[in-house]
């Protein structure tokens, strides 16, 4: 087994793994660099007030990304080169079955035709102490998960948990969590040595945990209490 720190952060790799981890270290970094490439800053194109003119537009914007012409369209599609017209300019509104014919031609699922049309975006304002108190299969007493807010369905995919975990008590038993997703944790205050499948990490405060949930983890010993940690939970929503 070997370890080593690199810009404030542990990895740990058996020596086969090691040594494939130092030839292809560059190409990793350029992955990771490519995949953290979106600008949490950027301004999407403003949105469409009005239905049929954003649809259009994203007929429009799917055809030219085909390379086809709307001659190309219409006879793929059955429909009329006046008719695609005027979905195209907003001065029609298309039938559900011709939004699918259209969808099937551009390989496009049918929601992609209203992306841009306006709608609201939920957002959870959680005043400090008024978190939702939850109980979790296993949790003792002195143990106590509030989360933080919730929202469901939305357009990115995800579904998101955040939970603010209080350990005020000693326990010889702890709970052996393990679900879908992506988890991360990040310790506010007290000190914990927190498990993951067969490693075991002394998280104190400003410590990030960052973790494959499938994987059993959970408090193996509360070193100093109380211990308050954040606790994000990922994972794709159902469809």
Known sequence: MASWLSAGMEFRVSEPDEVVYKMN??????KTAKALSQDPH?????????LEVAIGREVRAFRKQQNMTVA????????????????????TSPSLTTLQTLAHVLS?????????????????????????????????????????GHIGSNASGVVVEPYLITLSETSDI????QHDGIETIYMLEG??????????????????????????????????????YLSIISYAQAD
């Open 25 to 30: 270290k560059n190409t990793d970094a350029a």
């Open 174 to 177: 702890f709970p052996t969590f």
């Open 191 to 228: 000190k914990v040595d927190y498990r993951h499948g067969n490693e075991v990490y002394r998280l104190e405060p400003g410590d990030t945990l960052f973790f494959d949930a499938d994987a059993p983890h959970g408090p193996e010993v509360l070193v100093s209490l109380p211990i308050r």
């Open 72 to 91: 190309d369209l219409a006879k793929a599609s059955g429909l009329s080169i006046g008719m695609l017209s005027k979905i195209e300019n907003g001065n």
């Open 108 to 148: 496009v699922p049918l929601t992609a035709f209203m992306r841009r049309f306006e709608e609201t975006r939920g957002a959870v304002h959680t005043k400090s102490g008024k978190g939702v108190e939850m109980e979790r299969e296993g949790t003792r007493a002195g143990h106590q998960y509030n989360l933080l």
């Open 42 to 50: 950027r301004v999407r194109d403003e949105r469409e007030k009005n």
